[in-house]
């Protein structure tokens, strides 16, 4: 099939890739020119596991193909996928302008039957919006589809070939046909097609990522709880995880979830619910616990030097909002790091992919290591904020040798509490005991 995927981000970027790499022949439109020009010229503006390889192979393949254009993006392709941003915007509601602005351009330029299919993650009633503005311009039968992205950054293209399930809203039997003839090399008896109408498509989005918010929400409670009262949140984790109504899965405590998607539909479900009178009680919550959570490494740390972190270097392992991304946005990482500028403190940091995105955000405001040794030489402490897996077994000794003190304040719980004290650490992690030197 010619498709269109409007939106060459994380979700545009790979949609457009995967679907070249079963054969379709894709064309991927931006409106940022930098960005197209970078793909032209063969480069993946970002990181993802895989991604470059498939990349590569289907530009050389002609399947996959950029520009700015959109008349002429779309002039072939029956399927044109939405792939655009929705912030959030200052009230907390998802921003709609990006969806809304090429729907207006959509309705102008076609010129013959179109599945307009959303990937964005969009508020109830969007599919609504979207058909209204094109419908003001264009005299040519088209339909809108809501097909929800449920990828995960840092697994992205595994998760666009090997979904879960693929969820499809549309009231249209041709739009349903043809996505039907579209999705069929990902599916199985396992990986099903779930159709349903617009509204329950676009809720779903929602549902399962406030869901899944709430559920890492509950768990930074429970470790909360065992700090207080001298409970290993891992025992619990494991006894709770392996009921299989409850299941082993996004019960692992941390400093708080961040990231692109889950901040920002939690404030919008709120505000969605707000709007027809709902008072979704438990996200409200989930918001407020979460903001404080992202920021708990911090009281520790003045705790143990009694509220006085003048003259202190404190070296940051870990920047991205979750290992194997380069993406910063709502960062825990970044939360720690302002409230440690607001106190003067040194700091030096690393990451294996996210460095240049901190950079932009904070300049030389902090220091960054090639590796994660050299940013712990004279450090004061360590700090965790992102549990990459080349952070999981360091070389305890020569981490030893580098800083100042043999202390480590881990936000993501990477190590065995007995294997800090074996090696001679002051050790404070989450929901567990702290180990003291
Ligand atoms: P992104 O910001 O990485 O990419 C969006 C792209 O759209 C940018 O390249 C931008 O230049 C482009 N764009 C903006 N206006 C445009 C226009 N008028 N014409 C063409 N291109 C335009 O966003 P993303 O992370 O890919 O997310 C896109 C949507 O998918 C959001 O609604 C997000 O919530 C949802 N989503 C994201 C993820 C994720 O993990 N990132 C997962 C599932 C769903």
Wanted: proline share 4%; charged share 30%; aromatic share 8%.
């Amino acid at each position: 099939m010619n498709l269109t995927v409007i939106g060459t981000g994380y979700v545009g970027l790979v949609t457009g890739t995967c679907l070249a790499d079963m054969g379709n022949n894709v064309i991927c439109v931006d409106i940022n020119k930098e960005k197209v020009e970078q793909l032209k010229q063969g480069k993946v503006p970002i990181y993802e596991p895989n991604l470059e390889e498939l990349f590569h192979k289907n530009i050389e393949g002609k399947r996959l193909h950029f520009t700015t254009d959109l008349k002429s993006a779309i002039k072939d392709s029956t399927v044109i996928f939405l792939a655009l941003p929705t912030p959030q915007d200052e009230d907390g509601s998802a921003d709609l302008s990006y969806v809304e602005a090429v729907s207006n351009d959509l309705g102008e330029i076609i010129d013959d039957y179109k599945i307009i299919i959303n990937k964005s993650t969009v508020p109830v009633g969007t599919s609504d919006i979207v058909k209204n503005i094109i419908s003001k311009k264009a005299n040519f039968e088209f339909d809108v589809v809501s097909n929800p992205e449920f990828l995960r950054e840092g697994f992205a293209v595994k998760d666009f070939m090997e979904p879960q399930r693929i969820i499809i809203g549309t009231s249209s039997i041709k739009a349903k046909e043809i996505l039907a003839r579209l999705y069929k090399p990902f599916i199985d008896v396992k990986r099903p097609i779930i159709f349903m109408d617009e509204r329950s498509s676009e809720l779903t989005k929602y549902a399962a990522n406030t869901f899944l918010a709430t559920k890492i929400t509950f768990m930074n409670e429970i470790a909360n709880l065992c700090e207080i009262i001298g409970a290993d949140v891992d025992r619990v984790r494991m006894g709770m995880g392996s009921d299989n109504r409850i299941g082993n899965r996004f019960l692992y405590p941390g400093i708080g979830y961040g990231g692109s998607c889950f901040p920002k539909d939690v404030n919008a479900l709120v505000k969605s619910s707000d709007e027809v009178n709902y008072d979704f009680k438990i996200l409200k919550s989930v918001l407020e616990i979460n903001k404080k959570q992202k920021k708990s490494l911090v009281p520790k740390v003045l705790k143990h030097y009694n509220n006085d972190l003048s003259n202190m270097r404190i070296a940051i392992w870990g920047l991205a909002f979750k290992p194997n991304t380069d993406d910063v946005r709502e960062a825990p990482a970044t939360d720690v790091i302002n409230e440690l500028l607001l106190r003067d403190v040194k700091i030096c940091a690393y990451d294996p992919e996210a460095m240049p995105n901190i950079k932009k955000i904070y300049g030389d405001k902090i220091e960054f290591g090639e590796n994660s040794y050299d940013i712990l030489k004279d450090a004061d402490c360590l700090l965790i904020c992102t549990e990459w897996s080349e952070f999981v077994s360091p070389n305890f000794k020569k981490v030893k040798s580098l800083m100042k003190e043999p202390i480590i304040f881990d936000g993501r719980n990477l190590f065995e509490l007995d294997t800090m004290r074996k090696n001679g650490f002051y050790y404070e992690s989450v929901g567990r005991k702290i180990v003291s030197l």
